[in-house]
């Protein structure tokens, strides 16, 4: 008679393999090599960002990444949510091992995207300059 013990360990790799081969059957992607890129692309979206603006919505939209037809890499919608003005905004952007794939000739999404919330600012100059102004205080402690 054999028995068979699984422990917590067993269990989680038992279902890690399980997604990652859903992942790569329905989405010609695997988990893992898919969740690095998509961590630096988000730094790099919040670090292009204007003041007030952050992501949105990332974990949802990660399972929502897609294969990009013009070029090698993935494309995801991108959402952005504003902390001032409480408004949201959203964008495909494509991307891949390499970083954001920007393209001269057409308007990038993430272009349009930090245009968009550059214009949503310029809407409210008094409250972006009143809440960098609290920001700065707040880091010098007063």
């Not at 091992?97 to 272009?111: A, F, H, Y």
């Amino acid at each position: 008679m054999i028995t068979l013990s699984i422990g917590i360990w067993d269990l989680l790799v038992t279902l890690y393999l399980i997604t990652e081969f859903v992942f790569i059957r329905h989405q010609k992607r695997s988990l893992l090599l898919s969740i690095i890129p998509y961590i630096i692309m988000l730094r790099k979206v919040n670090k292009k960002l204007p003041f007030g603006w952050k992501t949105y919505n990332t974990l949802y939209n990660f399972l929502k990444i897609r294969k990009s037809k013009t070029n090698k890499g993935y494309s995801v919608i991108v959402e952005v949510k504003s902390n001032l003005t409480r408004r949201i905004n959203c964008e495909f952007i494509d991307y891949s091992w390499g970083g954001i794939k920007l393209d001269e000739r057409v308007k990038d999404g993430l272009s349009i995207l930090i245009f968009w919330c550059e214009r949503e600012n310029s809407r409210y100059p008094d409250l972006v300059k009143s809440e960098i102004r609290d920001k700065k205080l707040k880091d010098l402690g007063i």
